[in-house]
């Protein structure tokens, strides 16, 4: 009897990268994300190069990979609109409620997520989670604010620490830091992103509620399961 070895998590962001490609609309500029996961819908998307016109990318990293494939990048400035953004995530709910972040993209991300009229996230299945919150929550600031943002969320039960890179604060693609938040309970995605986004010195904070995914392509062991948020 053989036993079938189940796919690793690399294999599942491939399944779901190349299955993104049904998202893409041929002729037009599509919106791509930034992460692993990403990294294997791109590489997918120089299969069919020619037949778009090219992408508005959200990080330099992302930006980097598209060029060397032979695939346009336009400003974001340059695009009214976008039919359709791709991009990973850190955690997804069950109502498409996202936190991402971890690549430190999140602002960028925002952006051209605010151009699109379609998220289509693409994660394995270790995404998916009832309630956003066990991920440490990234928030980009600005520098001189990142001690008075971090006792603020001390105050509701949160510890953030900076995140590093060589032992320095990591420097985000907008010249920024990133605080990671432990031990916050987000139970009102759209409130708690709302909220935080006013705090003085918040960039972003990487709750993706008013910019929720509209489908997600998961992958499991059962193959790619289309979640449909759009209703
Ligand atoms: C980057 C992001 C990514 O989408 C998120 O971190 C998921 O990354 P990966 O596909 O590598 O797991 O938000 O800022």
Redesign the pocket.
Known sequence: MTTMNPLTQDEL?TLVGQAALQYVVPGEIVGV??????NKFIDALAGMKDQIKGAVSS?VASTERLKALGIAVFDANEVESLSVYI????EIDGRGHMV???????TR?KIVAALAARFVCI?DES?LVQALGQFPL?VEVIPMAANHIARRFAAMGGQASLRLKDGQPLVTDNGQHILDVKGLSITDPLAFESQINQWPGVVTV?VFAHQKATVCLLGTAQGVKTLDYSR
């Open positions: 962001k994300g930034t992460g692993s996961t990403v990080s991009d990973g995530a850190d991402k972040g971890g690549g430190a993209a999140l991300e994660a995404k990234p990487g």
